[in-house]
Every structure is written in C-alpha cells, then in structure tokens.
C-alpha cells in the first residue's frame, strides 16, 4: 500500500493507494451494452444454428449480402421492417429474437428477469383470455395460491 497526498480546500490528507482501491473500482464499472451488436449475435447465432449462410438469408430476406453482413457484426442499426424481414427468413418470430435480445441485454447489466408472469398481472389479464385458456390459467392460478 502506497500513501498518496490529496489536497481538499487548502488541507492536505494523505490516501491509501493501491490494490485494494483499484478491487473496489472494478464492481462499479459497466460495460456500455450497444444494442445492434446484441441483435447482430442473436441473428447470427440463429443463422448459424440452422447451417445457413450469409447469402441464402440474404436472398430471403430480400437483403443485400453486405447489409446484412454489417448487421449481423452490429456495424449497422437495423430498421423494425429489416429485422422483421431477416426474422421472416430465418423462420423465426421477431418476438422471439427480441426477447433473447432481452436477455442478453439483462445479463450485462445484471438485472434479473423473471420468467413468470406476476400473479398480479396475470389477474388483471384473465378476461381478455379464450373460455379454454381463462379455464386452464384459473387452475393453475388456484394451484399456485393454495
């Protein structure tokens, strides 16, 4: 450990510099989450996941090679109807790139998502649900409360 002179409002006092301060500093530092580059891997860990490349997603998606490309690197920020065009082609729902997105996002910045719905919102949404669901999410409900 190291002695540092500081000076506050003319008065000088001496610190403790060295490892210890530096251990603490670290838990507070976030790394910057740039959102096109979770998108990117999330798109292209999905291509990659079904064996296609670069070029027939494109074609599908009615996207140039090299747009797609820089999306994918998160070089470019995607427009809703792009990303819906390259989810359309991949067979995947845009919700479900969106919500791996949030996830990612909520590991980095080590916020913690449930998976559930709160019983709260779930009660507020029974009406809105068909006979057979409403049915379904009411035992399950009852199950969960007793």
Sequence with gaps: ????????????RWRDVGLAED??????ERKMVVLRH???????????????????????????????????????EASSELL????????????????EVSERLAEAEGVSVPDTVPQEFARAFVGDMPD????????GLAATTS
């Excluded at 990117?40 to 490309?69: C, F, M």
Aim: hydrophobic share 35%; glycine share 6%; net charge positive.
């Design 23 to 28: 251990a603490q500093r670290k838990p507070k």
């Design 84 to 99: 819906s065009s390259i989810c359309t082609a991949l067979d995947v729902p845009l919700s479900l790139m969106l919500r």
């Design 132 to 139: 057979d669901l409403s049915d379904d999410f009411s035992r």
């Design 38 to 76: 979770e998108i990117g891997d999330v798109l292209r860990d999905v291509r990659q996941r079904q064996g296609r490349t670069l070029r027939e997603v494109s074609h599908s998606a009615r996207v140039s090679l090299g747009y797609l490309s820089e999306v994918e690197r998160g070089q470019k």
């Design 1 to 12: 450990m190291v002695k540092q002179p500081i000076s506050i409002n003319g008065v000088v």
